[in-house]
């Protein structure tokens, strides 16, 4: 892996951390339900974009299939919030 490649994963790994503690904050300062529901996806996309870095750096396609199965219970928790906030009952 070149120094230039190595700088920018390490450069985005940084940007997505801080990413994810302004996301967290406000996931838990959140003034309604919605904006922690925005939160809540937001934080497993930016930890799926991380573990998509981290599969650059270390060469491994174990962290792509990481990955996927994140972003699928991920989507699966964002639908079962939204049905709760719209209808008060996930089934």
Do not use: H
């Not at 904006?35 to 991380?50: E, H, I, W």
């Not at 981290?54 to 991920?74: K, T």
């Amino acid at each position: 892996m070149s120094d230039v490649l190595s700088m920018a994963i390490t450069a985005t790994l940084g940007l997505y951390a801080a990413a994810m503690g302004l996301g967290a904050a406000r996931l838990f300062r959140g003034p309604s339900a919605q904006d922690r529901v925005l939160a809540m996806d937001f934080l497993y996309v930016v930890g799926m974009l991380m573990m998509l870095v981290l599969a650059i750096r270390y060469e491994s396609e174990m962290y792509f299939e990481g990955a996927l199965v994140m972003v699928l219970f991920g989507f699966v928790g964002s639908v079962a919030m939204a049905k709760f906030l719209l209808r008060g009952e996930v089934i």
